[in-house]
């Protein structure tokens, strides 16, 4: 009896994100330009992103912080692949048809004709998140235009009907985990790199952008060895 409850409950539970997802799809998206729609997909594309981390990795002359951003990026990047294309191929959801009559997604990997979770969400919050993360040597400015274009973008997924609001959701959630591990793990990555930096410290800063920066890399070296925190001093 409990078993037959259940499955009712997740049947109501499913039908509501279809008429919620369906009727943000007819009454909102097809009424804004497509061409912004597609414009938000194209910017949370993993193609975009993971090539252009690797390529400010292997840049020479690429600043220390700009440098250890993309390192991070890069390792959310694939987490991110990991946990989407995991739970992708467990949970196994259809795409809506709604916006595709046929059912046909373009899709470069397998997994990606599946609807849960959504990766451009998990993604997009994932960077925006990571940019708070950073916000020691990042903008304010960058650090509000972030969060309001993965806002966009995840919305965007809704409205194109490409997922489900709960796909949606789902990605978000994801996309924070993704960003507390890879900010977890930037703690131990700053030991070894911060030894170095702290070390090969810069001339003294000629600039309010130098001053901030290595205001931020005394607040990392803070928690380094005594021989470290003393080179981070003198600057």
């Known amino acids: 009896m ?3 409850c259940t499955k009712q409950d997740d049947k109501q539970g499913l039908s509501l994100d279809l008429h919620i997802s369906q009727g943000l799809y007819a009454r909102i998206g097809r009424s804004l330009p497509h061409s912004l729609l597609v414009t ?4 949370g594309n ?6 252009a981390a690797l390529l400010v990795m292997l840049l020479p002359r690429v600043p220390w912080q700009l440098r250890l951003f993309a390192v991070n990026l890069q390792l959310g990047f694939l987490l991110d692949l990991l946990f989407v294309g ?3 191929v467990l949970v196994r959801r259809p795409r809506p048809t709604y916006h595709c009559p046929g059912g046909e997604y373009n899709h470069i990997v397998e997994a990606d004709k599946y609807s849960f979770p959504s990766g451009h969400a998990s993604r997009c919050i994932f960077i925006a998140l990571m940019l708070v993360v950073f916000r020691a040597t990042t903008p304010l400015l960058a650090v509000v ?4 274009w993965a806002t966009c973008t995840a919305m965007s997924r809704v409205l194109l009907g490409r997922h489900y609001v709960s796909d949606v959701l789902a990605g978000a959630l994801l996309g924070v985990a993704i960003a507390a591990l890879v900010s977890q793990a930037r703690v131990s990555l700053l030991v070894v ?4 930096l702290c070390v090969r410290a810069p001339p003294p800063p000629h600039s ?11 607040a990392t070296c ?4 005594a021989d470290v925190c003393a080179a981070a001093g003198a600057l």
């Not at 993993?46 to 090539?51: D, F």
């Not at 235009?145 to 309001?148: D, E, K, N």
């Open 145 to 148: 235009l972030a969060c309001v």
């Open 46 to 51: 993993g193609l975009i992103w993971i090539p």
């Open 2 to 4: 409990l078993s037959l």
């Open 86 to 88: 995991l739970l992708k």
């Open 208 to 218: 309010k952008h130098d001053m901030v920066a290595r205001r931020a890399l005394r």
């Open 40 to 43: 938000l997909e194209h910017s």
């Open 193 to 196: 790199l911060d030894t170095r």
């Open 222 to 225: 803070v928690r380094q060895p």
